[in-house]
C-alpha cells in the first residue's frame, strides 16, 4: 500500500512570496489533515478535510493561507504571502474516516524555510 | 481547551536499559490516544493506538498505557536500542474531533 505522498520535500522563499505544497494521501481515505510543526513543538492542526469539505479550518490563518481538496482525493496548502515565522516542516496526513479509530498516517512533510 | 505536555523534553540512556516516557492533558474527554515516533526530516509513524475505552496497547517492546480519569499516558520501551533514537509524540483526540499533540520528547540510546 502507497504512503502518503508530499511534494516538494524542501522549499526555500523569500518573505512576501507565494508557495504552494501538494499532498496525495492514501487510496480510499476519506479524512485529510495538514499540519504545520515548527521547530521544536508538536505538529499544530491547520485544516481537516472530510472528503472535499471542511471539518476543521479554526487554526488556519486565512488572511494568508489556504487549502483545497478537490474531487476529494488530492490536497494544495498555499501560503500568499509568506512570512518568516511560516517556516516549519508541513505535514500531511491521512486517515479512512472520523470515526472513533481514526490511526493517521503521514507524508514525510514538507520544509519551508522563509528567509 | 484540551492541552498535552510531555516529560522530560530530552532523554538520554544506554543501550538496554527499559524507559518511560510521559504524556498528560488536562482533559479527560477524549476519543483515543496515539503514540508516535519521528525520525529527523520526517514524517509521524504510528507506534500505538489506545481506544477512549482501552487501558493499553502492546506492541513488541512498546506497551503504552492510558488513565483517563488522571489524565497520563506512558510509553514503556523495554530493551532500549540505538534504532530507537528518534523523537516520541503523543497526540490525543477530542470530544470535538480535534487532534492536539504534546511537543514530544527526543530520546537518545548511546551504544
Known amino acids: 500500500e502507497a504512503g502518503v505522498a508530499q511534494s516538494p520535500r524542501y522549499k526555500i522563499i523569500e518573505k512576501r512570496q507565494s508557495v504552494a505544497f501538494w499532498c496525495n494521501p492514501i487510496?480510499?481515505?476519506?479524512?485529510l489533515y495538514w499540519y504545520q510543526q515548527i521547530l521544536g513543538q508538536g505538529p499544530k492542526l491547520l485544516i481537516q478535510?472530510?472528503?472535499?469539505?471542511?471539518?476543521?479550518d479554526s487554526q488556519l490563518p486565512k488572511d494568508r493561507f489556504s487549502a483545497e481538496r478537490l474531487k476529494g482525493v488530492d490536497s494544495t496548502l498555499k501560503i500568499q504571502p509568506a512570512k518568516l515565522e511560516d517556516s516549519a516542516v508541513y505535514l500531511c496526513?491521512?486517515?479512512?474516516?472520523?470515526?472513533?479509530?481514526?490511526?493517521?498516517?503521514f507524508g514525510p512533510g514538507t520544509r519551508l524555510t522563509v528567509t | 481547551k484540551q492541552e498535552v505536555t510531555q516529560i522530560p523534553a530530552a532523554l538520554s540512556v544506554p543501550e538496554g536499559e527499559n524507559l518511560v516516557l510521559n504524556c498528560s492533558f488536562t482533559?479527560?474527554?477524549?476519543?483515543?490516544l496515539q503514540w508516535f515516533r519521528q525520525d529527523p526530516g520526517k514524517g509521524l509513524t504510528s507506534l500505538l493506538l489506545?481506544?477512549?475505552?482501552?487501558r493499553e496497547q502492546t506492541s513488541g517492546r512498546l506497551n503504552a498505557s492510558l488513565d483517563k480519569s488522571s489524565g497520563r499516558s506512558t510509553l514503556y520501551i523495554a530493551a532500549s536500542q540505538p534504532g530507537d533514537s528518534a523523537t516520541y509524540l503523543c497526540?490525543?483526540?477530542?470530544?470535538?474531533?480535534?487532534?492536539?499533540f504534546g511537543p514530544g520528547t527526543s530520546l537518545s540510546v548511546i551504544p
Open positions: 496526513a491521512s486517515s479512512l474516516d472520523l470515526g472513533e479509530i481514526p490511526e493517521q498516517y
Open positions: 487510496s480510499g481515505h476519506a479524512t
Open positions: 478535510f472530510q472528503n472535499n469539505g471542511v471539518v476543521d
Open positions: 482533559d479527560s474527554a477524549i476519543y483515543n
Open positions: 489506545i481506544q477512549s475505552s482501552q
Open positions: 497526540a490525543v483526540k477530542t470530544s470535538y474531533d480535534k487532534v492536539i
